[in-house]
């Protein structure tokens, strides 16, 4: 049914509507980074380090500067200084992106110089005829062998949580799962590669790049470059996915010393190769969870231990056990994230940093518990849902996890599903089932808008959002048009422009959900203005909003979107080869703003997790320290062969706290989806696998239990 304002329009949050600017990228007028044309442009192109610790003993620059092109070779000999000893919008900068400061080389890959060229062609042939001496140092990569070291570490977390006894707890249980469960190192692998055209426009510096948030680039550089920030103007239109690694970056940096030193446009763009080393990835993780329940099935203990790794120029941390925070209770209950340190690059944020390999563990131990206690797994789960935070206390805004998980059993057939393992067939198929449980946060942060009454009857939005292929810049069309009594294609949305404000970055699933709220704010009070004026004079009506004091407001609880996951594979145990054949998530996550573009990334979002069951895994040489096969060739994801019939769904879910009501869907379609895998693949054999990928060579040496 169709509902309408009070003005009678259509209310257009809640209806699928194509993305507004999807003809523009389907017929290739969309311009990104790396295609805008500046005049007078020359090219960097980054020389990394061919060693994996060490320090830089020479550097031989006089025959590349002769080379056809070369304008200048910058590096820590000549380079400008800048400024690292700052606190930046989200904490410490990694020192990866102070370059050229020192001799040091902490990593492979870690960069040491920069061509500039008249061409592209002609920085790559100087770059690769760059030599460059070392004084080399013994290295280690070895996370396999690591954690004598480890420590625990505060992330957007504290790093540490307990509460109760967990021996004594653990002593009284009838049942007992102790296992440790690890995922590999994993790479974003976003189709637009990193890129960055930095130049000087009457003293102030202009970036165009790729980026999560301009108002968050512009900052860092600033601050980097000892600069006023009014002095710095990011812009960044399109986005080609970028999954928490488009931050600040090496290239941006790059881009922007070569500017400063030959006054004229210099633009950076990294390799495929070079962005396994320079654009962050997914930390590694070994987790040991322990969970003991009683003969009832209700929980009496749980402890999750996750150790990642950093680097040694910065400290970043993979809250792997920040989801049984949220999602089971105990009476003894305890969290760690850990961290050591390797000779490696410095991992980052990616798609759902923490519930990704976190649920993969906790999920899978669940699953294991029931089977010890011979439980369904949903009613185990069921038995366990909590009234209130585990950790924090707080109350739940809203929780519909079991309603998820009801409606998505109903849809997936899971009653006619015979609980033991290893009994369906389909030819040479072992035939499974699996399913696990998703939560993410919902959080907001502090931003502004302006939208303008233009006199023509339209209305423009200007808020510093960033669309990194999500789809934000269409759900604020449809936001504003309901906030303003109108119709979408009388409103137009301007965004990726750091002179549109301070806005939070699109990220942590709270880019929509935050930026929505100073828009709605501001067109209320727009809609107020107009009430009592006699027109729309020819400059317009402009509000600004800030939602600073109403996001401090929000009563505090715990907010978060909820799913539940369900996939079905098939085993030839022979071959090793593991099918999805069909995936179902069902969600609760707020108001659904567009159908259309959420279905879309709660599907990538399974897909993504589909790929890291069973497919993608980045190797670390240990003789080399670098990774190997450091291209899409070989570092494998999920192809359209590899993905099956893959349904998303969600169900109503309102807080009647949240003026906004909206959340985001980015990341907890991933949550959850690997677990669903690997349950789905001991269903399937009678075998877990506790290690991911799980790949045909690890089901072919699995051993099948014993009867």
């Known amino acids: 049914m169709t509902t309408t304002t009070t003005a009678g329009t259509a209310r257009s949050v809640g209806r699928a509507h194509p993305r507004v600017e999807g003809r523009a990228k389907v017929t290739g007028t969309a311009r990104y980074a790396g295609e805008i044309p500046f005049a007078d442009l020359a090219h960097g192109w980054l020389v990394t380090s061919a060693v994996a610790r060490g320090r830089i003993a020479g550097i031989d620059t006089e025959p590349v500067l002769t080379m056809p092109g070369v304008l200048a070779v910058l590096h820590h000999g000549n380079s400008p200084r800048l400024d690292t000893e700052y606190t930046g919008l989200l904490g410490t900068p990694d020192r990866t992106s102070a370059l050229f400061q020192h001799d040091r080389v902490p990593h492979l890959g870690w960069p040491v110089a920069l061509v500039v060229a008249e061409t592209s062609e002609q920085a790559r042939e100087a770059a690769e005829a760059l030599v460059v001496h070392y004084e080399q140092q013994p290295h280690d990569v070895d996370f396999a062998g690591a954690g004598e070291d480890a420590y625990t570490v505060d992330g957007h977390m504290p790093g540490a949580a307990a509460k109760g006894d967990l021996a004594a707890e653990l002593a009284t249980c009838a049942a007992v799962v102790d296992a440790e469960y690890s995922t590999p190192e994993e790479h974003h692998a976003m189709m637009e590669p990193h890129a960055a055209t930095a130049h000087w426009d009457d003293g102030r510096l202009e970036i165009v790049d790729s980026n999560q948030g301009t108002m968050w680039v512009a900052h860092e550089l600033a ?23 488009k931050g600040v970056r090496a290239h941006q940096v790059a881009a922007a010393l070569a500017a400063t030193t030959l006054q004229r446009p210099v633009r950076v763009v990294l390799t495929r190769r070079q962005m396994f080393s320079l654009a962050g990835y997914r930390s590694p993780t070994r987790q040991r969870v322990r969970l003991g329940a009683d003969a009832g099935g209700r929980l009496r203990a749980l402890e999750h231990d996750c150790l990642s790794l950093t680097s040694t120029v910065h400290e970043f941390v993979e809250p792997g056990a920040g989801a049984a925070r949220v999602m089971y209770d105990a009476d003894a209950h305890h969290t760690a994230n850990r961290v050591v340190r390797l000779d490696v690059p410095t991992p980052t944020w990616m798609r759902a940093p923490g519930e990704a390999p976190g649920s993969f563990a906790l999920e899978s131990a669940v699953d294991e518990l029931a089977e010890h206690l011979g439980l369904d797994p949903i009613e185990l789960r069921v038995r366990n849902e909590p009234d209130a935070g585990p950790v924090s206390g707080l109350p739940f805004a809203s929780r519909h996890l079991i309603a998820c998980f009801e409606e998505g059993a109903r849809r997936f057939g899971w009653a006619d599903r015979d609980p033991r393992p290893g009994l369906r067939r389909d030819g040479r198929w072992l035939i499974g089932t699996g399913t696990a449980a998703a939560s993410f946060p919902a959080g907001s942060a502090p931003s502004t808008a302006a939208v303008t009454a233009e006199a023509d009857g339209t209305f423009t939005v200007r ?48 880019g929509t959900r935050s930026w929505a709220w100073a828009v709605t704010s501001a067109a209320a009070e727009l809609r107020e203005r107009l009430a009592l004026s006699t027109g729309v004079p020819p400059q317009g009506i402009t509000v600004r909003a800030d939602t600073t004091d109403a996001v401090g407001a929000l009563t505090q609880k715990e907010r978060h979107s909820f799913g539940a996951q369900f996939a079905e594979v098939a085993v030839d145990v022979a071959t090793g080869e593991v099918r999805v054949r069909r995936m179902l998530g069902i969600f609760s996550a707020g108001r659904i703003v567009n159908p259309l573009t959420a279905r879309n990334q709660l599907v990538g979002g399974m897909i993504w997790g589909l790929s890291m069951a069973l497919h993608e895994e980045a190797a670390r040489d240990r003789a080399s320290g670098g990774v190997v096969g450091a291209d899409l060739a070989g570092y494998h994801v999920a192809t359209h062969a590899d993905v099956p019939q893959v349904e998303a769904d969600w169900i109503e879910d309102v807080d009647p706290d949240d003026p906004i009501g ?3 869907v980015g990341e907890i379609g991933i949550v959850g989806a690997a677990a669903a895998v690997a349950n789905a693949v001991w269903h399937a054999t009678g075998v877990r696998h506790r290690r991911l990928p799980i790949r045909p060579d690890r089901v072919i040496r699995a051993e099948p239990p014993r009867a």
Do not use: K, Q
């Open 662 to 664: 909206i959340r985001g």
């Open 463 to 510: 808020v510093n959002a960033t669309d990194i292929g999500t789809g934000a810049r269409t759900a604020l069309t449809l936001i504003a048009a309901d906030a303003l009594e109108t119709t979408p294609d009388r409103v137009r949305v301007l965004i990726g422009d750091s002179d549109l404000g301070r806005a939070w970055i699109a990220g942590g699933s709270m």
């Open 223 to 245: 601050l980097l470059f000892s600069l006023d920030p009014a002095s710095v103007h990011v812009r960044s239109e399109h986005v080609g996915g970028g999954f928490g690694s």
